[in-house]
């Protein structure tokens, strides 16, 4: 997979990588990735924090929480249409704004693309974090998403994509 890095920024500008990751000096600035590879000819932009956290954070967080969303962007080469990309900045922030105050999960990395958002989460447990998915999206429409739990106490999904946009 050709992967190319397009922009390297400081996430926490846009609010992005605030999290357990992050230590207690809210001053602090996690150094973040907006990335690019193409599937099957499509672009597919990622967007993470170029680090691991420590290893605490990853013992707490064992379980791999995707959310899917699958739409059709073959109107706008893989792309979300802007309506429906709108509804998934809502999604996403709701969720950012949930992570700030809780201690059950943090955001491993995003992607958009070939017709499918994904927002991946490592959790404390399934439980936990369909709880607090209820309640930080309890007053929106209803999404049309997937959530599927893996198993990776050692982070080997995020551990990828780290070895993926390093090279």
Request: hydrophobic share 40%; aromatic share 10%.
């Amino acid at each position: 997979m050709n992967k190319i890095i397009v922009l390297t920024l400081m996430l926490s500008i846009f609010g992005f990588g605030k999290s357990m990751a992050q230590s207690n000096n809210s001053e602090e600035e996690l150094k973040g990735i907006i990335g690019e590879y193409y599937e099957d000819g499509l672009p597919v932009i990622m967007k993470f924090v170029n680090e691991l956290p420590n290893q605490s954070v990853m013992d707490k967080l064992p379980i791999l929480a995707v959310i899917s969303w699958k739409y059709d962007g073959s109107q706008n080469n893989g792309m979300p249409l802007k309506k429906i990309n709108k509804r998934m900045i809502l999604l996403e922030e709701a969720l950012e704004d949930s992570m700030e105050s809780s201690k059950v999960f943090t955001h491993a990395y995003s992607r958009t693309g070939n017709n499918l958002k994904e927002l991946v989460y490592y959790t404390t447990d399934q439980e936990a974090f369909i709880t607090m998915l209820n309640r930080a999206l309890g007053s929106h429409d209803e999404y049309p998403i997937e959530i599927t739990f893996y198993k990776d106490k050692e982070w080997a999904e995020f551990k990828n994509v780290l070895k993926d946009f390093s090279e």
